[in-house]
C-alpha cells in the first residue's frame, strides 16, 4: 500500500464548477496535511496546510481532514482555467519528511 | 523576500560526468531539503540539512550521491558519475527553524545523454 495515494485522472471540471480532489494516507500517527499546486515543468507552490479534523477555507479553496478515515480533500469553487495543473497531496512524516502523492491532474474546460 | 534560488535551471551532462546542484534557502531559513522527481512520479525525498550538518540523508543513494549545507554558500546536491536513470528534476526547499511549511525552489532539471 502507498503512503499517499492520490486518484491520478485526469479530473475535468467545467469553468465554474467546484473541483474535488481527494487523497488517503497511511500513517495514522500523521499530524500536518499540505495541498501543493505543480503546474507543468514547475516547481511545487504550497496552497494550503491543514492540521486539524474538520475544514480550513482560504478564498476559492477548502480544505478537508478526516483522521479516523485517514482522508484528506481539497475541493477548488468557482473553477478557472488557470487553476489546470497538478494537486499534489503531501503528509508530514515526523518533524520534517514530506510523503507526496503522485498528484491528481486537474482540467478546467472553459 | 527572493524565494528559493536553485541553480542551473537546466543542466546537461554525458554519462560519468558529475553534477552539482545549488539550493540558496529563503533569507532566514535554515533548514535545507532536497526532493527528487521522476517523469510521472511524485517527489521523493532524498536530504535534510541544517547548517553543517546532514539530519537525515535516509533518501539518498548509497552511492555517488551526497550533499552538504556549509556555514556560507548554497546547499550542494552532489552526483557522480551519472547516469541515465538520475536524470529528472531535483527539487530544493527550504523552511525556518520549527516550522513544518516548506517552500520549493524552481527546480534543476538534470539531463543524462
Known amino acids: 500500500q502507498k503512503e499517499v495515494e492520490q486518484n491520478s485522472g485526469p479530473l475535468s471540471v467545467p469553468e465554474g464548477a467546484i473541483a474535488s480532489l481527494n487523497c488517503t494516507y497511511s500513517?495514522?500517527?500523521?499530524?500536518?496535511f499540505f495541498w501543493y499546486r505543480q503546474y507543468s515543468g514547475k516547481s511545487p507552490e504550497l496552497i494550503m496546510f491543514i492540521y486539524s479534523n474538520g475544514d480550513k477555507e482560504d478564498g476559492r479553496f477548502t480544505a478537508q481532514l478526516n483522521k479516523a478515515s485517514q482522508y484528506v480533500s481539497l475541493l477548488i469553487r468557482d473553477s478557472q482555467p488557470s487553476d489546470s495543473a497538478t494537486y499534489l497531496c503531501a503528509v508530514l512524516s515526523g518533524t520534517y519528511k514530506y510523503i507526496f502523492g503522485t498528484g491528481t491532474r486537474l482540467k478546467v474546460l472553459a | 523576500n527572493a524565494g528559493v534560488m536553485q541553480n542551473p535551471r537546466h543542466l546537461v551532462r554525458r554519462r560519468g560526468q558529475e553534477a552539482r546542484l545549488r539550493c540558496s534557502p529563503m533569507?532566514?531559513?535554515?533548514?535545507v531539503y532536497w526532493y527528487r522527481q521522476l517523469p510521472e512520479e511524485g517527489l521523493k525525498f532524498m536530504v535534510y540539512l541544517q547548517k553543517e550538518n546532514i539530519i537525515d540523508e535516509s533518501g539518498m543513494p548509497k552511492e555517488r550521491f551526497s550533499a552538504e549545507f556549509p556555514k556560507e554558500g548554497p546547499s550542494i546536491l552532489r552526483i557522480q558519475q551519472v547516469v541515465r536513470g538520475d536524470s529528472a528534476a531535483y527539487f530544493c526547499?527550504?523552511?525556518?527553524?520549527?516550522?513544518?511549511?516548506?517552500?520549493f525552489g524552481q527546480g534543476t532539471r538534470l539531463t543524462v545523454v
Open positions: 526547499a527550504s523552511s525556518p527553524p520549527s516550522v513544518t511549511e516548506a517552500f
Open positions: 500513517d495514522r500517527g500523521s499530524q500536518s
Open positions: 533569507k532566514g531559513h535554515s533548514h
